[in-house]
């Protein structure tokens, strides 16, 4: 790895490069960094959040007590030998990071239950949401940017603005009208719960319209800069129509860094939709790391935290992966050319 | 939700000039005072306590002495309103400094660092940079306790990894002028070389963009406050209103009208006078 002083756009910047050949080398040459990757963020997540809660206020067997009714010493003891919390910190610390390569995240305090489990039980409905939500996205932010695209000042103009709302108004706020509107005003759609394919399409919307606001912005001005270049002329006299310059030409040009934003939105969405699912009343790993912060659920919040986070890298390493792949400029940075 | 400011900062997202800006911006400006005046003295614009609920009185439709109606316990919804451009901007604004502060410091160090140091520093940058804002945010939540100076706090350390990488970035730019070369070879010692002459010239970037940061940081608060995170009833915040309207939307739609067309209005004026000032003082001199 060499260090350089690039700007901070750098990594999504089109870079001109020499062809490579070595595409195979490339590719290996970025998974086997991101393993790496993927292994640090396992391990600082899971120190961090540790640390973290050891630090945190109050007694952990206190939320264990919760609810019982006659809190004697002998009790608070049992549960706290139960637990293991009597045991030193570091024993506790190694333990925990033994479990999680072993797949054990540990039982929750509060739903008594194997944390794996109850992320097992959630993560398919948030799952459902995130790609429904990005799919609806990437439709509707290419369909405006190759409609839009290099079309002038006012068409500029018209979705600059339509983009600067997409993103500037809170998105649980646009979720709230569309529920309003269409779940108590005009009662299509349930307004809570997570059955049937009706219950996922306000949520998906609103999860949707701030990401299309960002991902068309993204792609029209990739598509902008590439309608100017030469060899959109040369595809021109060529003889091909608008339709098709755009669609199979100068989109191409833009798909990289969209594909990277999504990467990168998908890999955060897993915890981005605790919002969205408060609002709909919707079962999901979001919420369930909410009620684990409000209840002081200590091993629910850590396995969250630690599961988004590999997930996160974890999806974020494949998406650069992909991207070497695809893209043989990408290749000089993994040190091919 | 926080995609904006992100996107900004990656350099996915340029802004361009377009007719008419200037006079847009200024209007912005204009909302974004009055915004600022109800913050600071919202007495001046409604009389009536946010706070006093009034059972006989609950959920009427705007009209009737109650502009805007009133809440599920009676409370004038337009006093709330009003009395929440505070928390909104103090938290916003508030969240901003913690979070230059923190940037600044960081990035100056990671700029000026070379060899292991800076690859260590900026690959871990990297990484924090690319966790969600919201997500720090939650796990500082969980750490400090739910109130409003933790949600403050929250947001800020959240949102330092993208300040500092950008002026990480910056004074890696600057550190190699004349001017600083100069500096160093008439003996000027290293902390003056990086207070004096760096810092201040490649901070220009950082400060635009923490303009739009404010923004974001509004909607960051008000997102944890609707799910519980952060303002606590019975306070009169935007986010907090419109998750205590939930339960009525069928029966008072109007409830969960007004404090989000505040909230939208207050981010969407932040956005354009922070887009001008990037078209003005950062993309020149970037491109």
Do not use: C
């Not at chain 1, 646009?174 to 306000?202: C, E, M, N, Q, R």
């Not at chain 2, 316990?73 to 604004?93: C, I, M, N, Y």
């Amino acid at each position: 790895m060499t260090t350089h002083a690039l700007p901070a756009a750098a990594d999504l910047e089109v870079r001109r490069a020499p062809a490579a050949r070595h595409r195979f080398v490339a590719v290996g040459r970025t998974l086997v960094r991101r393993l790496v990757d993927i292994a640090v963020v396992l391990f600082a997540s899971a120190t961090l959040v540790f640390v973290m809660l050891q630090l945190m206020p109050g007694e952990p067997e206190d939320v264990l007590l919760r609810g019982i009714f006659e809190i004697t010493p002998a009790v608070r003891a049992e549960v706290i030998q139960d637990y293991g919390l009597d045991r030193p910190v570091l024993l506790q610390y190694g333990q925990y990071l033994l479990g999680i390569l072993q797949g054990d995240l540990g039982a929750s305090y509060q739903i008594r239950k194997p944390v794996t489990e109850i992320i097992a039980a959630n993560i398919g409905n948030t799952a459902a949401l995130a790609g429904a939500g990005l799919a609806l996205a990437i439709a509707m932010a290419t369909l405006i940017a190759l409609v839009s695209a290099g079309r002038g000042a006012l068409a500029s103009l018209v979705t600059q603005a339509v983009e600067l709302l997409a993103i500037s108004v809170p998105s649980f706020w646009i979720g709230l009208l569309l529920l309003t509107a269409f779940s108590f005003a005009i009662p299509i759609f349930p307004s809570s719960g997570a059955d049937g394919p009706l219950a996922l399409v306000l949520p998906a919307v609103t999860l949707a319209i701030p990401l299309t606001g960002v991902l068309s912005q993204i792609l029209r001005e990739r598509m902008d800069e590439a309608l100017d270049l030469p060899f959109v002329t040369t595809v021109r006299t060529r003889g091909a129509g608008e339709f098709r310059v755009r669609v199979r030409h100068v989109l191409r040009h833009a798909v990289l860094p969209a594909l990277t934003f999504s990467g990168a939105v998908l890999g955060s969405l897993l915890i981005g939709t605790a919002v969205i699912e408060t609002l709909f009343a919707r079962p999901g790993l979001g919420r369930v790391l909410l009620n684990a912060v409000i209840a002081g659920d200590i091993p629910l919040i850590m396995g969250v935290i630690v599961f988004g986070a590999v997930l996160f890298v974890v999806i974020n390493s494949l998406v650069d992966v992909l991207a070497t792949a695809v893209d043989p400029r990408l290749r000089i940075e993994a040190g091919v050319s | 939700m926080v995609v904006s400011a992100a996107a900004l900062q990656t350099g996915l997202v340029r802004s361009r000039p377009f007719p008419g800006g200037t006079v847009v911006a200024v209007v912005a400006g204009a909302v974004l005072l009055v915004i600022v005046a109800l913050a600071i003295a919202p007495g001046l614009f409604v009389q009536v306590d946010p706070l006093a609920a009034d059972p006989t009185r609950t959920l009427q439709p705007p009209g009737d002495g109650h502009p805007l109606g009133t809440d599920q316990l009676g409370r004038d919804v337009w006093a709330r309103v009003v009395h929440g451009a505070q928390a909104s901007l103090l938290l916003g604004v508030g969240a901003v400094l913690v979070s230059l502060t923190g940037g600044i410091v960081i990035g100056v160090v990671a700029g000026l660092s070379r060899g292991a140091a800076d690859r260590v520093l900026s690959r871990g940058l990297d990484i924090l940079f690319a966790f969600p804002d919201l997500l720090i945010a939650i796990v500082l939540v969980a750490l400090l306790g739910v109130s409003l100076p933790t949600l403050l706090i929250a947001i800020g350390i959240g949102a330092i990894p993208g300040y500092a990488r950008i002026l990480r970035s910056q004074v890696q730019l600057v550190r190699s002028a004349g001017y600083v070369e100069a500096a160093r070879g008439i003996g000027v010692p290293g902390i003056l070389v990086a207070v004096r002459h760096i810092v201040p010239n490649a901070i220009g970037p950082l400060l635009v963009l923490a303009t739009i940061g404010v923004g974001t940081a509004i909607i960051s608060a008000s997102a944890l406050s609707f799910v519980g995170l952060g303002a606590q009833p019975p306070t009169p915040e935007w986010g907090l209103m419109l998750s205590e309207s939930r339960n009525y939307l069928g029966l008072a739609p109007w409830l969960g009208i007004w404090p989000g067309v505040f909230l939208a209005v207050t981010v969407i004026a932040i956005n354009v006078v922070g887009r001008r000032l990037q078209r003005r003082f950062v993309s020149g001199a970037a491109r």
